[in-house]
């Protein structure tokens, strides 16, 4: 499972560039993540200030 | 909003602006929605472009110009500097703008022209018929209007989502994309005519460490590192606090800027049946320099000149479109982008003895131009070695 931490999160749009699953977008100010995640973790590497973090189950 | 145009784009970047603003001034009846609820904000950019290629659109203006930049320097890892005059500077040389105020007049100049504008109106969906782009869902203050339209240019930026859910794959590779954070920094000690650049695999891993005056003791301070490099603990941002620490430790820090900058191949087609894509969205920003404004504003003119033949013509699919993607392409811009990304392939895997090695030799030379032809030149001189992997680039000089 994808954690977005809003508290981090610049909202820059980088992480929905990368995501092979188109699983990210940026609405205005927030990010969301939909069922397509394949928790990959590419998204959670690329950001600029560590917003991301795949949870493993 | 009415429910029918000829031309719906989508985000009001300079890219979307200067479609706009072609389109309408061709007698198109234009759309335009931005999702954010202000034009221009947040930054996600350093700001620089070069002169001839802002004047390519409209005239310097004092409102949106913060500085304009006389010399460059290129620090290389082991802390050598180079100075680049405006003799050789070319294209380095440019003015530091104002985006937040740069791009609202680009939206006002379309809006002026007669293109309605929406913020804080989002597209979430394609309207598809027939499998192909007719228009987009907008949703804006709570209600959700069906917007069609014979064309629709997607110019939603590095996070762009509409050609992906008209099922174009816009995926960039974790390895090229630049991931980067900025400080607008004052207070510290500059000179505010000159932009610097440093190299090395310690303030930026493939990437770049940019300082741009915005004005006296004002620098747009940021730094770009490759996809690849970046991870818990090694981030852009803490490249960036390190670098800040050392050079600015007295300096105040005023806003903070973040985004991501592709530096991958453009995408393999940019229309597609009654759709367009341009600046950003495209995948087309410099691979070498990361820069994007020119680029964004050159496509989107081009899409919306073609928007208005393709209309004209009463056929607006792929084929009929297809003349944006081909000029583009043919274009000095589509050209340098090709280029670039195979200098950009051999620059970012090179150790910093390499980098200093050439840093040191073009320094020595009394360049009487400096540009990436140079540099390349100057990279196979002082590296022999290279020459081979370097093979698919002689094509280029
Ligand atoms: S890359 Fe990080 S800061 Fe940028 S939108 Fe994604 S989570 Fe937020
Ligand atoms: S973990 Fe992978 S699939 Fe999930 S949002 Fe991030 S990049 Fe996309």
Redesign the pocket.
Same mark, same amino acid.
């Given at each position: 499972m994808?954690n977005i931490r809003r508290d981090i999160c610049g909202y820059c749009g980088a %992480?929905v560039s990368? %995501?092979?699953?188109g699983?990210?977008e940026l609405i205005d100010a927030y990010l969301t993540?939909d069922h397509t %995640? !394949?928790? +990959?973790? !590419? +998204?959670?590497k690329v950001c600029p200030l560590g917003a991301l973090e795949?949870i493993k189950e | 909003m009415k429910r029918q145009y000829d031309l719906l784009i989508i985000g009001g970047g300079p890219g979307g602006a200067l479609a706009a603003k072609t389109a309408v001034e061709k007698g198109l009846s234009v759309c335009l929605v931005e999702k954010r609820p202000a034009i221009g904000a947040p930054v996600r950019c350093a700001e620089g472009i070069g002169k001839e290629l802002l004047t390519d659109f409209l005239p310097p203006d004092p409102k949106w110009i913060c500085t304009d930049i006389e010399r460059a320097e290129l620090i290389a890892p082991d802390g050598f500097s180079m100075l680049l005059e405006p003799r050789m500077a070319g294209n380095e040389v440019g003015y530091i703008l104002d985006r937040k105020v740069f791009d609202r007049e680009l939206i006002w100049k379309a809006a002026e022209a007669g293109a309605e504008t929406y913020v804080k109106a989002r597209a979430t969906a394609p309207i598809m018929k027939d499998g192909a782009v007719a228009g987009a869902v907008i949703e804006q203050h709570g209600k959700i209007y069906d917007v069609h339209a014979d064309i629709v240019i997607a110019a939603d930026g590095i996070e762009s989502k509409f050609a992906r859910w008209a099922g174009i794959n816009t995926t960039v590779p974790l390895r090229e994309i630049e991931t980067c954070a900025q400080y607008l920094m004052t207070g510290i000690d500059i000179d505010s005519q000159k932009t610097s650049f440093f190299l090395g695999n310690e303030v930026a891993p493939a990437g770049y460490v940019w300082i741009f005056p915005k004005g006296d003791g004002i620098a747009n301070v940021g730094l770009g590192i490759g996809g690849g490099k970046s991870g818990a603990g090694h981030r852009a941002k803490d490249y960036l606090d390190r670098f800040v620490s050392r050079m600015f430790p007295d300096g105040k820090i005023i806003e903070l800027i973040i985004g991501g900058v592709s530096i991958c191949k453009p995408l393999p087609c940019t229309v597609a049946d009654n759709m367009m894509i341009v600046g950003d969205a495209a995948r087309i920003s410099d691979p070498i320099t990361g820069g994007g404004i020119y680029n964004a504003m050159y496509t989107g003119r081009l899409a919306g000149e073609t928007a208005v033949n393709a209309i004209e013509l009463g056929n607006t699919k792929k084929a009929s479109l297809m003349p944006y993607d081909s000029e583009w392409r043919a274009s000095k811009m589509g050209k340098a982008l090709d280029r670039n990304y195979a200098v950009k392939e051999v620059f970012t895997k090179l150790s910093d003895e390499k980098l200093n090695t050439i840093i040191h030799s073009i320094a020595k030379l009394n360049l009487e131009e400096f540009s990436t032809l140079t540099l390349i030149t100057e990279l196979i001189r002082a590296n022999p070695s290279l020459l081979l992997e370097l093979k698919h680039l002689r094509s280029f000089l």
């Open positions: 994808l %992480c990368v %995501c092979p699953e699983a990210l993540v %995640c !394949i928790d +990959c973790g !590419i +998204c959670e795949v | -």
